[in-house]
């Protein structure tokens, strides 16, 4: 048996919009902090009596700036959740749109901040779970690929490769 510490987890879990994804989530660990775009009590609360401590956020970087709070006032316990990582990814599309002439560096800078707040908690030891919409693979139109399903983020391509950001990654179906 090994004394070096497990690294904390990082996962994605995506499904359908409403389907009890946070719910489930803060059932198994009622400690966590929320991140939401939203302001109001997550539906954990209303299912299991959960009232977890909730932080609203933007877009990806004022999500950012808040776990980095988070961390700088010594918060130790409990893991992290991203609600509905895709309506924050979609604000940071929003606000970031006219510095990028490229889609693809528009969508890689998306990703790339999801990796920092990632990034940032790993280094702080604390696991981190975010949340997303899913997207029902289908055929492009033009090109007639298959363009695979997974997690709704800004961009063809972007699902997927937000997928590869994360040591776990949850499907959660009806």
Known sequence: MS??????????????RGIGKTAEVLRTDP?????????GAPQAARLWGIVPRVVVVGDLDDFYTQVRRLIDSGHRTGGVIGD??????AR???AVRERYRDPRQLYGAILDKV???????MQAGLPIL???HDTPAKQDEV?????????SFPGRKAGPRASSQVSVLLRVVP
């Open 31 to 39: 400690t966590a902090v929320i991140f939401v775009p939203e302001p």
């Open 84 to 89: 509905d990582i895709t309506v924050m990814a």
């Open 130 to 132: 975010l949340t997303a």
């Open 92 to 94: 940071t599309e929003t």
């Open 115 to 121: 990796g920092k707040v990632i990034d940032l908690l």
């Open 143 to 151: 090109t007639k690929d298959l363009i695979s399903g997974g997690p």
């Open 3 to 16: 004394s070096t510490p497990s690294p904390p987890v990082a996962a994605l879990i995506y499904g359908t």
